[in-house]
């Protein structure tokens, strides 16, 4: 009988010495080190066919002898979850490069709810101020003072004194006449609009509304009923309780104002849009990326043609959004009315939105949508075979498809992701880069870039396009109060979207556009019931006023001076000096000085 190798217990009754069992051994270590590919690795290098069910019944896990019955014999102490582990399964897909074809998925038909466009009578020429009270009519200037004056009178029966008359319809328009002038002219503080007898002073505040007047209408400006808001506050702690409550009325307006009168084009994009305040609340994230950091976040639809906001909502914190789902995929699809939109549309946005859940569900709803996505999200690939590397060359193209869902790398300076339902991976697409010789000059090269990021970079800054104009002439400043923050955002978006519709109209009637300036500008005068041409001309003042006194001349006292009621004069008050006067303008009305040594009358005509 052969020795038996010592302490090794077999389980088949063939017999082999010491040396036989250790030369096998020695063959199966050789073989394990050889292969130091992964599964995928050795399928992609092999080329077999992933398909296929691998299956290691038929092979040894450790070594196998060759008998000719081809019975197996294992080590006893090989354990059976080891063994189990080292049973091949099914390969993920690998990454495929730009030479590998790629079809385009079936996309739905284009079907909007109505006619892509500015929804006006065509017929008829919209002013500015027209196009503003689409958005700001009647009603909702009316609710407004309404508010407005109840917000007054509560804070009076506070015991907060100070003067107060009820606001109206006309005087609230001249108030956001002056809104829209500041953001036009920005100045160091609000008083400076109606400091006077300075090289800065600017005449156009002053004579549409008086310095305490506006600050009064600002302090007590209010869009909701006061006393619903104290029911509202009372649900402070429960579900019932809306924090974006005192918004509510205005808001509603907005936002069905902004869908009846514009029907969004083809492509869409949805981004995140930051109102600056300092207020500590909850409502108040950090966006590093923003130049507007700290602030209310605005989840905004806009069209990707002209920037145009179709729908918004205020983010309120992620408790308000309780479907089970992640907060950007309710973002979205809150976003996307599709009674009002249709279907069809093409749907852009950033990594923080795109994921393969919200992008399978759009396509049920006939949704297309591109997106770059963050590595990591669930649903996104894993695999690493053929994948692009930190070495890999600049114009280097990668894409995995399941089934209708996309997923393209490309290499620029670095690396770019792109999950889309709508496009091929690539479609021979090139791009003009800068790359330096080695004698130390720049050449421009022609490298490859896929469809996706192609189509991604053409359309995804309309919300950009959007903030843009409205920084130009933001109505924001500093308010007591978060939500006033917000109803000047509101102002905000009314102005830009006139002045696009005010664009898209012209573009039918074949007219000249005005420009965004020249727009805000005979906005501004039309609120304020002047023309804008003469708003900053004295012409007033230059006309043949004369002194008359103050107390009217009794004809039974002849040779009465009637200087008993005396007022102070108005050019020395703007001087910060408070003379009286018994003399005043018989036209302006205003009490001045008319004396050899205070010329105020004159100097007030200038």
Same mark, same amino acid.
Request: proline content about 6%; some cysteine.
């Given at each position: @009988?052969?020795?038996?190798?010592?302490?090794?217990?077999?389980?088949?009754?063939? #017999?082999?010495?010491?040396?036989?069992?250790?030369?096998?051994?020695e063959c199966d270590e050789d073989s394990e080190a050889d292969s130091f590919l992964t599964d995928e690795e050795e399928f992609y290098e092999t080329g077999e066919d992933p398909s296929e069910d691998w299956d290691d019944d038929d092979e040894s896990s450790t070594f196998s002898i060759p008998t000719p019955e081809r019975k197996k014999c294992r080590m006893s102490s090989q354990?059976?979850?080891?063994?189990?582990?080292?049973?091949?399964?099914?390969?993920?897909?690998?990454?495929?490069?730009?030479?590998?074809?790629? @079809?385009?998925?079936?996309?739905?038909?284009?079907?909007?709810?109505?006619?892509?466009?500015?929804?006006?009578?065509?017929?008829?020429?919209?002013?500015?101020?027209?196009?503003?009270?689409?958005?700001?009519?009647?009603?909702?200037?009316?609710?407004?003072?309404?508010?407005?004056? %109840?917000? *007054?009178?509560?804070?009076?029966?506070?015991?907060?004194?100070?003067?107060?008359?009820?606001?109206?319809?006309?005087?609230?328009?001249?108030?956001?006449?002056?809104?829209? /002038?500041?953001?036009?002219?920005? &100045?160091?503080?609000?008083?400076?609009?109606?400091?006077?007898?300075?090289? /800065?002073?600017?005449?156009?505040?002053?004579?549409? @509304?008086?310095?305490?007047?506006? &600050?009064?209408? +600002?302090?007590?400006?209010?869009?909701? #009923?006061? *006393?619903?808001?104290?029911?509202? #506050?009372?649900? %402070?702690?429960?579900?019932?309780?809306?924090?974006?409550?005192?918004?509510?009325?205005?808001?509603?307006?907005?936002?069905?104002?902004?869908?009846? /009168?514009?029907?969004?084009?083809?492509?869409?994009?949805?981004?995140?849009?930051?109102?600056?305040?300092?207020?500590?609340?909850?409502?108040?994230?950090?966006?590093?990326?923003?130049?507007?950091?700290?602030?209310?976040?605005?989840?905004?639809?806009?069209?990707?043609?002209?920037?145009?906001?179709?729908?918004?909502?205020?983010?309120?914190?992620?408790?308000?959004?309780?479907?089970?789902?992640?907060?950007?995929?309710?973002?979205?699809?809150?976003?996307?009315?599709?009674?009002?939109?249709?279907?069809?549309?093409?749907?852009?946005?950033?990594?923080?939105?795109?994921?393969?859940?919200?992008?399978?569900?759009?396509? +049920?709803?006939?949704?297309?949508?591109?997106?770059?996505?963050?590595?990591?999200r669930k649903g996104t690939p894993k695999s690493t075979v053929n994948a692009l590397s930190k070495k890999s060359k600049r114009g280097s193209i990668r894409w995995i498809r399941d089934g209708d869902l996309l997923f393209v790398k490309w290499m620029d300076t670095r690396e770019v992701a792109v999950c889309s339902t709508i496009h091929q991976a690539f479609t021979s697409d090139?791009?003009?880069?800068?790359?330096?010789?080695?004698?130390?000059?720049?050449?421009?090269?022609?490298?490859?870039?896929?469809?996706?990021?192609?189509?991604?970079?053409?359309?995804?800054?309309?919300?950009?396009?959007?903030?843009?104009?409205?920084?130009?002439?933001?109505?924001?400043?500093?308010?007591?109060?978060?939500?006033?923050?917000?109803?000047?955002?509101?102002?905000?978006?009314?102005?830009?979207?006139?002045?696009?519709?005010?664009?898209? @109209?012209?573009?039918?009637?074949?007219?000249?556009?005005?420009?965004?300036?020249?727009?805000?500008?005979e906005l501004c005068a039309q609120l304020a019931g002047v023309t804008a041409g003469v708003t900053t001309a004295p012409a007033d003042r230059a006309t043949r006023h004369t002194p008359v006194p103050i107390a009217p001349l009794d004809p039974s006292k002849p040779g009465h001076r009637p200087a008993g009621v005396r007022k102070y004069c108005e050019q020395c008050k703007a +001087?910060?000096?408070?003379?009286?006067?018994?003399?005043?303008?018989?036209?302006?009305?205003?009490? &001045?000085?008319?004396?050899?040594?205070?010329?105020?009358?004159?100097?007030?005509?200038?």
């Amino acid at each position: @009988m052969a020795e038996r190798a010592p302490g090794a217990e077999m389980e088949c009754s063939i #017999d082999y010495t010491i040396e036989e069992v250790l030369k096998l051994m020695e063959c199966d270590e050789d073989s394990e080190a050889d292969s130091f590919l992964t599964d995928e690795e050795e399928f992609y290098e092999t080329g077999e066919d992933p398909s296929e069910d691998w299956d290691d019944d038929d092979e040894s896990s450790t070594f196998s002898i060759p008998t000719p019955e081809r019975k197996k014999c294992r080590m006893s102490s090989q354990s059976p979850a080891k063994s189990q582990s080292m049973r091949r399964t099914r390969p993920s897909q690998h990454w495929k490069t730009e030479n590998d074809p790629d @079809m385009a998925p079936a996309l739905p038909r284009f079907a909007p709810a109505r006619l892509p466009g500015a929804h006006l009578d065509t017929s008829k020429t919209y002013s500015p101020l027209d196009l503003f009270q689409l958005f700001f009519n009647e009603n909702v200037i009316q609710e407004l003072c309404s508010n407005t004056n %109840k917000q *007054a009178a509560k804070r009076i029966e506070q015991g907060i004194q100070f003067k107060w008359t009820d606001v109206t319809p006309t005087e609230f328009l001249k108030y956001l006449a002056l809104v829209i /002038f500041m953001g036009l002219l920005k &100045l160091g503080s609000m008083k400076d609009y109606w400091r006077q007898n300075n090289i /800065f002073s600017v005449p156009f505040p002053c004579r549409v @509304m008086s310095r305490d007047r506006w &600050l009064f209408i +600002s302090s007590n400006l209010h869009m909701s #009923d006061p *006393a619903e808001d104290v029911v509202n #506050d009372s649900k %402070k702690g429960t579900s019932d309780y809306d924090p974006l409550f005192c918004l509510k009325p205005l808001m509603t307006e907005i936002k069905a104002a902004c869908k009846s /009168f514009y029907q969004p084009k083809k492509n869409l994009v949805i981004d995140e849009r930051m109102v600056a305040t300092k207020a500590k609340m909850g409502m108040r994230p950090y966006i590093k990326h923003k130049s507007t950091k700290w602030g209310f976040k605005l989840f905004v639809l806009a069209d990707s043609s002209n920037g145009y906001t179709s729908n918004f909502t205020v983010y309120t914190g992620k408790a308000n959004f309780s479907t089970g789902s992640e907060l950007t995929y309710d973002a979205v699809v809150g976003l996307l009315d599709k009674p009002f939109l249709g279907s069809g549309y093409h749907v852009y946005c950033d990594n923080f939105y795109t994921s393969p859940q919200l992008f399978t569900h759009l396509s +049920s709803l006939k949704f297309g949508a591109c997106g770059t996505y963050r590595e990591g999200r669930k649903g996104t690939p894993k695999s690493t075979v053929n994948a692009l590397s930190k070495k890999s060359k600049r114009g280097s193209i990668r894409w995995i498809r399941d089934g209708d869902l996309l997923f393209v790398k490309w290499m620029d300076t670095r690396e770019v992701a792109v999950c889309s339902t709508i496009h091929q991976a690539f479609t021979s697409d090139t791009v003009t880069r800068r790359r330096k010789t080695r004698g130390g000059t720049w050449e421009k090269v022609r490298i490859p870039i896929p469809t996706p990021i192609v189509e991604y970079n053409k359309h995804m800054g309309g919300v950009d396009w959007s903030d843009q104009l409205i920084q130009y002439t933001a109505a924001h400043h500093k308010m007591m109060r978060w939500y006033k923050n917000l109803l000047l955002h509101f102002v905000d978006i009314a102005a830009c979207n006139s002045f696009i519709l005010h664009k898209e @109209m012209c573009a039918v009637q074949n007219t000249t556009p005005l420009t965004h300036r020249v727009f805000m500008e005979e906005l501004c005068a039309q609120l304020a019931g002047v023309t804008a041409g003469v708003t900053t001309a004295p012409a007033d003042r230059a006309t043949r006023h004369t002194p008359v006194p103050i107390a009217p001349l009794d004809p039974s006292k002849p040779g009465h001076r009637p200087a008993g009621v005396r007022k102070y004069c108005e050019q020395c008050k703007a +001087s910060k000096v408070y003379n009286k006067t018994p003399w005043m303008c018989g036209a302006c009305k205003a009490p &001045l000085c008319n004396f050899l040594e205070r010329p105020c009358f004159d100097q007030w005509h200038v």
